[in-house]
């Protein structure tokens, strides 16, 4: 873990608290070379990374508990999309000075956000340079039920999880390219929320481990992700725009175009075959959050209905993080 | 993993060669929103992170497959420092621009490490920014036999594998600190071999899990990490600094000091009680580097023997990374 001098005294202070318990799988957490976990008997791990830059991934302004909890965030959100349980995570810090202020709030929400999700930080290393976070996020999934982005089948329906273009909406507002004054108070609180604070589906796991034929979670933007999917499946879709789970603002406006391309919303899309369908209908009236059947996958092609028009999806494949 | 843009092509083209052949353990590699490994039964997760900035952590002109080896490197030292062997690894990368031939270098002494320490890349995150990497090493341990920090006890010899100094004496060369001609070619060469390509003790492992009581990796200096380790197992140590293994330029110009503060060696400290003395001399007489006994714990303090004088180690606690 390479903690020495000003990391080690960063870690202890303000990532090694005493009042969190260890669970018993882990048998050795920050300060030595390595964290030692005992892994569940007959489970894989789950493994990813996901690394934010200032001025890239979020403002330069963002608060610093946004960036602790959407760090962690961004990162679960990929686990979920595996329908793995999260479990431990690596926290990599780089930072342009001892700001203890600014590290008491980022610990804050980076352990706000670990609590809500079940993870456990086991390690890390803290250095010196232009401020980015890189977070490894590890969970657990039993052997054969594991869901990945390529077994979407012709037939399969298309659903979403939460809203899209949420987050999009929110950069704008940031940006002052739309107008605050048209979006009401609550769309642009769910909006700020939405980019600032996003909340990976961990509800979905068991839905999608019983129920869903491929999975992917929505940071790139919508007809991005699905198209990855799409890709990794060989197969195509078609999406009926009038059903995408969008705030009211973008419906009055007919904003789809943001709900197909705007990032950083890391809600779930998955597809599930038709038999699932009573399920999920009854999972969705149970759930905080919506989840809409918003099309099919199809053989080929990539097709967005609107209006009654067939358009190309793939002219939706946007790339829509902060850029400074 | 938030393979995205031209982030995918990045991975695509640089790190996920046709011709490496994936292990059976490694159910889904790169390419999904996370990779699925199946732990060996019975063994626990070992698990680091490090990061390196440019700059801080290397030279700005520094080779990039020595960027590659390196990043790996440190981390797989971690791993040893445990006694775990390296198995797996998840990269982030964060470049100032699409730079083909640098890819190309980086990803060849990257892959170079990583076929030397048996290890793979199965996911990661490339990010535009201030160059900087973080590897997330993995590896794995029998329950029971892995080596901490804090298992060191009064009367415990303290060994050190290679020789300290050697890159810290090539950074004193590279900012003309140190007269290059009077460093002989070979001493030179050595030193900065040390510094770009370090090697971690992987043949240690086994004779750590046998007859160590405690081990550390050599990353800030021996003097720093050696206070760590006797820290963490609440002892003292006495050195006899005749005996620290240095080059023949720092032998013969008392050039302890940067054997003792000098980091970034990656050797490998441990520990081990007066029993294993026999094991641990015929096993140095096999390896292909030094195994050197330099002191022996004690009940508390922390001294130097250097010509007959004591001085107290906690003065040599350096950090003596590569600063702007």
């Known amino acids: 873990m390479g903690v020495s001098g000003s990391e080690f005294s960063i870690i202890r202070r303000h990532f090694q608290l005493p009042d969190r318990s260890a669970p018993e799988w882990l048998r050795l957490g920050i300060g030595d070379d390595a964290a030692l976990i005992e892994p569940p008997p007959g489970r894989l791990l789950v493994s990813t990374l996901d690394t ?68 456990i930080l086991v390690g890390g290393d803290t250095t010196r340079g232009p401020l980015s976070v890189s977070i490894q996020a590890n969970g657990w999934v039993d052997a054969g039920r594991a869901v990945t982005r390529s077994g979407a089948r012709p037939g399969d329906r298309i659903w979403i999880s939460g809203r899209v273009g949420d987050a999009a909406l929110a950069l704008r507002l940031l940006r002052g390219e739309v107008d605050a004054d048209r979006v009401d108070a609550a769309t642009t609180a769910a909006c700020f929320t939405a980019l600032n604070y996003p909340r990976p589906r961990i509800e979905l796991i068991p839905l999608l481990r019983q129920q869903a034929s491929a999975a992917i979670d929505v940071s790139d933007g919508l007809a991005a992700d699905l198209g990855h999917l799409l890709d990794a499946s060989g197969v195509g879709a078609v999406i009926e725009g009038e059903r995408l789970p969008v705030n009211r603002y973008l419906r009055d406006t007919d904003g789809f175009d943001l709900a197909l391309t705007g990032g950083d919303d890391y809600e779930l899309l998955f597809t599930a075959p038709p038999e699932a369908d009573a399920a999920l209908d009854a999972a969705a009236r149970e759930l905080p959050f919506a989840l809409t059947r918003i099309g099919s996958v199809t053989e080929s092609g990539r097709h967005l209905v609107l209006d009654g028009r067939h358009r190309d999806l793939d002219d939706y494949r946007g790339y829509d993080h902060f850029r400074e």
Do not use: C, Q
Not at 56 to 74: C, D, M, N, Q
Not at 93 to 114: H, I, K, N, S, V
């Open 52 to 119: 934010l830059v200032s001025g890239r991934h979020f403002p330069e302004a963002t608060e610093a508990a946004s960036i602790g909890w959407k760090a962690l965030a961004v990162n679960a959100s990929d686990l979920v999309a595996m329908a793995a349980d999260p479990a431990h995570f690596l926290l990599a810090l780089t930072l342009p000075d001892d700001d203890d202020a600014w590290l008491e709030r980022f610990a804050d929400g980076l352990f706000r956000a670990a609590d809500v999700f079940g993870m």
